[in-house]
T-cell receptor, first 111, second 112 residues
């Protein structure tokens, strides 16, 4: 299995909703990442997990809450988002020092 | 902070023409990666360069890492319509760090 699987593919949520994005990989990668990508912009790093521990938080607002239940799973919990948070949310994983394998992303719209 | 720039921002070529995108960093990089993102798709890893002056080839794609490890280039020979997409470089300053900084990307369109 050489894929990173993200669910859901699309999500529309209200500003008072709570939702979660899910990411799964079975490549044995011990580093997992959340990126946010706005249209026609590069991916922006949000969080890095290394060996299931949060190692980087790029000053992301607390309305985004990451979780790494085990070495294969990564979640991003969303609460009280703003319309400007609408974007493509990408999960990625990697072996140390290697390129990232990205999932196909969750396209999030906040209304 | 570390900044990675790319030029050009956009490039339109006729099928069969060559294409080059350039990546420049404000600081010396430990390594650099290149990704391709098709319209509506997600970034796909192409290659990683580590050594000063390194040159790697993948079929029609040639990647170079500058001697000072502050710049890199991707050259595509005889473009095809399947080359359409945005090409991102991503650089890392700390060899043990996990934070790759993505450049803004070069969007390539290929006219048949």
């Amino acid at each position: 299995d050489t894929e990173v699987t993200q669910t859901p593919k699309h999500l529309v949520m209200g500003m008072t909703n709570k939702k979660s994005l899910k990411c799964e990989q079975h490549m044995g990668h011990r580093a997992m990442y959340w990126y946010k990508q706005k249209a026609k912009k590069p991916p922006e790093l949000m969080f890095v997990y290394s060996y299931e521990k949060l190692s980087i938080n790029e000053s992301v607002p607390s309305r985004f809450s990451p979780e790494c239940p085990n070495s294969s799973l990564l979640n991003l919990h969303l609460h009280a988002l703003q319309p400007e948070d609408s974007a493509l949310y990408l999960c990625a994983s990697s072996r140390a020092g290697n390129g990232y394998t990205f999932g196909s992303g969750t396209r999030l719209t906040v209304v | 902070g570390q900044q990675v720039m790319q030029i050009p921002q956009y490039q339109h070529v006729q099928e069969g023409e060559d294409f080059t995108t350039y990546c420049n960093s404000s600081t010396t990089l430990s390594n650099i990666q290149w990704y391709k993102q098709r319209p509506g798709g997600h970034p796909v890893f192409l290659i990683q360069l580590v050594k000063s002056g390194e040159v790697k080839k993948q079929k029609r794609l040639t990647f170079q890492f500058g001697e000072a490890k502050k710049n890199s280039s991707l050259h595509i020979t005889a473009t095809q319509t399947t080359d359409v997409g945005t090409y991102f470089c991503a650089g890392r300053r700390n060899p043990y760090g996990q934070n790759f900084v993505f450049g803004p990307g070069t969007r390539l369109s290929v006219l048949p």
